[in-house]
């Protein structure tokens, strides 16, 4: 190499030492889609103030459910549990407590050198596509330590934050072939028709979608049908004290334009009454959604495991 050559070379390292700044604690995948496994790999790209890291932390954040560590050679890993706010669907169950922080200490990782501490957990249902999950975590090292749990507030770019939380893009939710793209119906676009599945001999069956309404006109959901149903109603659940009952949503549910309504275990929620059949998970049942102004669209429901805090006919109607 001869000096001129050498000259170049010492201004890109200097260019890029100047974006090393950048190299905050990250995540190595940067996207995931509802109802799949995430494997969370935590990078580390330096320590703090020119000194070696002995601790990182982190936060799994709610709606991120069955959160398990890979132990690390040279570091102890300790994990602290606690309960969800709500409970989510897990597989053919639902799961409401698990690990809400994953803890590396005893090692030592110099200022120099990168590591990655890498957890698994599973991304639920609870986020809509397009949102994303932050995952905080606290670096500490021999002298100082970093709080990587700034969020960017609504319309403001992670780029602006000293420590930014590392985050995770929530992608279309992937389901059976059929329901994997939207429907669009006018100016509605309806993702992810699904519905729970029932014990033998069960009567009702909660059915959930998701429908953006991307015009400037509002809708509302007023019904629909389902292939194993005598008939479907739009419900709404609400506290009474220390019992929720539901209820018929008179008039329908209002989607305002620019809004997206979740229909989702312990909100909203097509119940679908008189039940011909047992719904296994794995099947898929045609159907419809009614709207007020786009009227009937065929959808495709899939049928998801059996959420244990639904109890087996428990359904406490108030007609
Ligand atoms: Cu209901």
Same mark, same amino acid.
């Given at each position: 190499?001869?000096?001129?050559? &050498?000259?170049?070379?010492?201004?890109?390292?200097?260019?890029?030492?100047?974006?090393?700044?950048?190299?905050?604690?990250?995540?190595?995948?940067?996207?995931?889609?509802?109802?799949?496994?995430?494997?969370?790999?935590?990078?580390?790209?330096?320590?703090?103030?020119?000194?070696?890291?002995?601790?990182?932390?982190?936060?799994?954040?709610?709606?991120?459910?069955?959160?398990?560590?890979?132990?690390?050679?040279?570091?102890?890993?300790?994990?602290?549990?606690?309960?969800?706010?709500?409970?989510?669907?897990?597989?053919?169950?639902?799961?409401?407590?698990?690990?809400?922080?994953?803890?590396?200490? +005893?090692?030592?990782?110099?200022?120099?050198?990168?590591?990655?501490?890498?957890?698994?957990? &599973?991304?639920?249902?609870?986020?809509?596509?397009?949102?994303?999950?932050?995952?905080?975590?606290?670096?500490?090292?021999?002298?100082?330590?970093?709080?990587?749990?700034?969020?960017?507030?609504?319309?403001?770019?992670?780029?602006?934050?000293?420590?930014?939380?590392?985050?995770?893009?929530?992608?279309?939710?992937?389901?059976?072939?059929?329901?994997? &793209?939207?429907?669009?119906?006018?100016?509605?676009?309806?993702?992810?028709?699904?519905?729970?599945?029932?014990?033998?001999?069960?009567?009702?069956?909660?059915?959930?979608?998701?429908?953006?309404?991307?015009?400037?006109?509002?809708?509302?959901?007023?019904?629909?049908?389902?292939?194993?149903?005598?008939?479907?109603?739009?419900?709404?659940?609400?506290?009474?004290?220390?019992?929720?009952?539901?209820?018929?949503?008179?008039?329908?549910?209002?989607?305002?334009?620019?809004?997206?309504?979740?229909?989702?275990?312990?909100?909203?929620?097509?119940?679908?009454?008189?039940? &011909?059949?047992?719904?296994?998970?794995?099947?898929?049942?045609?159907?419809?959604?009614?709207?007020?102004?786009?009227?009937?669209?065929?959808?495709?429901?899939?049928?998801?495991?059996?959420?244990?805090?639904?109890?087996?006919? +428990?359904?406490?109607?108030?007609?």
């Amino acid at each position: 190499m001869n000096a001129i050559n &050498r000259g170049a070379l010492t201004a890109i390292l200097v260019t890029m030492s100047a974006t090393h700044s950048l190299a905050h604690a990250v995540l190595d995948r940067k996207e995931a889609s509802p109802n799949t496994s995430y494997r969370g790999v935590v990078q580390v790209t330096h320590g703090c103030e020119g000194t070696a890291t002995t601790r990182v932390s982190v936060t799994i954040p709610e709606g991120v459910v069955g959160a398990k560590p890979m132990p690390k050679p040279g570091w102890q890993v300790t994990s602290t549990k606690g309960a969800y706010a709500m409970a989510y669907p897990y597989y053919h169950g639902a799961i409401s407590e698990g690990v809400k922080t994953i803890t590396w200490t +005893g090692g030592s990782l110099p200022d120099d050198q990168v590591d990655e501490f890498t957890f698994f957990a &599973r991304i639920s249902d609870a986020f809509a596509p397009g949102e994303t999950v932050y995952f905080p975590v606290e670096q500490d090292c021999e002298k100082g330590g970093y709080r990587w749990s700034e969020i960017p507030s609504a319309g403001t770019s992670a780029h602006a934050l000293k420590q930014p939380a590392p985050g995770v893009r929530i992608a279309a939710a992937q389901t059976g072939a059929p329901t994997a &793209r939207a429907v669009k119906a006018g100016a509605l676009s309806i993702q992810t028709p699904w519905v729970r599945a029932t014990p033998g001999g069960a009567k009702v069956a909660g059915g959930y979608v998701t429908v953006s309404n991307t015009g400037t006109e509002p809708d509302r959901l007023i019904g629909g049908t389902f292939a194993q149903a005598g008939r479907v109603e739009v419900h709404a659940m609400s506290m009474d004290g220390t019992i929720m009952k539901m209820a018929p949503v008179e008039s329908g549910l209002a989607i305002k334009p620019g809004e997206t309504v979740k229909l989702a275990p312990g909100g909203y929620h097509m119940m679908l009454m008189d039940l &011909r059949a047992q719904l296994k998970p794995g099947e898929t049942v045609p159907g419809t959604l009614t709207f007020e102004k786009a009227g009937t669209v065929p959808v495709t429901f899939t049928v998801e495991a059996i959420a244990a805090q639904v109890p087996a006919g +428990g359904h406490d109607h108030q007609h």
